[in-house]
């Protein structure tokens, strides 16, 4: 209603007119279909235009800008505009971009701006990107501060000096530098960008959040004061007009963290060493094609029908009639495979176990086991189905977190390679993530 009232009008109106442009689909041709639905490219830059010397000094960004991409996100509005998936797509992806061979993703905007950042993803998921949002830290900052601080919430203390990050366990109210030390942290576990991209994940569902349970959407006034401090310094494609923002936010008024789905492209390599590149992410080709596929049939990435690392969903649950999202969890990562237990830790929750969103290192062992306080030795049952081999280990006192300790002998579970109905893609849902 207010997106087609007078006063949505003009406050939507007035802030069209200010946007700032870029020619972001200039020269492209042989491009995917489009369909009902709208893909969004979002990404994040670390454009420093803007913002004081001083404020730089305090987020620890000095030096100069890489003029690369160093977040990227697709997001997915359903056709019925009752969804949206977000997928984060790894910055040291290694993947063809179009006229220039092999590398990052990342290094494509250097190479051709926006439009050959639009290209190679297009190329490298299917997907027919819809409109292109280019965000720098200006941009994030006001964003942040606009909605009045978004909180965040973390079981134990997260501290990165590169970052500058010092955030007590617990839930902490952040402003808008709090928050960009918040989702630019990169050493603050062992699992480095994959870590931070979860992070960021849980960011968006608690802004989500944040502007749907304040009546941000529904007040003109609060509306204009986000709108205008989200797209003062960010950046749009030529096409996306007034039209289309009016149609957006009829579409994101009824959006909630329970309707939002969030994903990370599958990966097969954390650490594939390219010369002249580095470090690389290899994609893992047939569960990317599995993800993008569902979105190109616009289905849900989140549902009942997800199959759980070990056993069915409904064999886990039925194990001990504990429901898994009852089920706390904390995974430890012992065997050396970098990135592993951050790739558990996504497929448990999943399942709709409450895991703490972040992989530990543990000291190398050759077993895997789960260590839970013996007074929940009902609930762990329900864990247990998810890993069959696994020892149990009480450990009293620990409380009603318990720890799934990944060893050498641990062996992940086949996954098909074909796409199948809704929830076969691992994903988590916004109010899985958010705090409670």
């Known amino acids: 209603m207010l997106a087609t009232s007078g006063v949505g009008w003009a406050v939507v109106n007035g802030v069209g007119d200010s946007l700032g442009r870029v020619d972001a689909f200039r020269g492209l041709t042989n491009r995917p279909a489009d369909d009902a639905s709208q893909n969004f490219l979002v990404v994040g830059t670390d454009d420093r235009e803007g913002v004081p010397p001083a404020t730089l000094r305090a987020l620890h ?26 997928v984060s797509i790894p910055r040291d992806s290694y993947l063809p971009i179009p006229g220039h061979g092999m590398g990052k993703i990342n290094a494509a905007y250097g190479m051709g701006g926006a439009p050959l950042t639009v290209a190679t993803v297009e190329q490298a998921t299917g997907l027919r990107i819809d409109h292109y949002l280019q965000l720098n830290f200006l941009s994030f900052i006001s964003t942040v501060d606009a909605l009045g601080g978004v909180p965040v919430c973390t079981n134990r203390p997260l501290h990165d000096p590169k970052s500058g990050l010092d955030l007590p366990a617990g839930t902490t109210l952040l402003n808008g530098a709090e928050a960009l030390r918040y989702v630019r942290a990169r050493y603050v576990d062992p699992t480095a960008d994959l870590g931070r991209m979860q992070r960021q994940q849980k960011f968006v569902a608690q802004v989500i959040q944040q502007a749907t349970s304040s009546g941000t959407l529904l007040n003109p006034v609060k509306l204009e004061r986000v709108m205008s401090s989200v797209l003062a310094s960010v950046k749009v494609d030529e096409g996306l007009d007034t039209s289309d923002l009016v149609q957006l936010a009829g579409r994101l008024k009824d959006l909630r963290p329970s309707s939002a789905s969030f994903a990370t492209v599958p990966l097969s390599n954390l650490n594939y060493q390219v010369p002249g590149w580095g470090s690389t992410v290899l994609w893992d080709q047939a569960k990317a094609r599995a993800l993008f ?61 409450a895991t703490t969103g972040f992989a530990r290192n543990a000291p190398a ?22 890993f069959p081999k696994a020892e149990l280990v009480g450990a009293p006192g620990q409380g009603a977190t318990m720890q799934v300790v990944l060893g050498a002998d641990y062996a992940a579970p086949e996954a098909s390679a074909s796409p199948q109905p809704g929830g076969a893609v691992n994903a988590t849902r916004g109010d899985q993530v958010i705090c409670h």
């Open 61 to 86: 960004a000095g030096g100069e800008s890489c003029h690369c991409t160093d977040t990227m996100m697709l997001v997915h509005l359903s056709a019925d505009g009752g969804s949206a998936s977000v």
């Open 293 to 353: 596929l569902a979105l190109k049939a616009d289905r849900p990435l989140t549902g009942a029908a997800a199959p759980a690392p070990r056993a069915t969903a409904a064999g886990t649950t039925a194990a001990s009639g504990v429901p898994a999202a009852q089920v706390r969890v904390q995974v430890l990562n012992g065997t050396g495979v970098g990135g592993l237990g951050a790739k558990v830790d996504g497929e448990l929750r999943a399942q709709g176990f």
């Open 365 to 386: 062992t050759q077993r895997t086991v789960i260590r839970y306080d013996p007074r929940w030795d009902v609930s762990v049952r329900t864990l247990g189905a998810a």
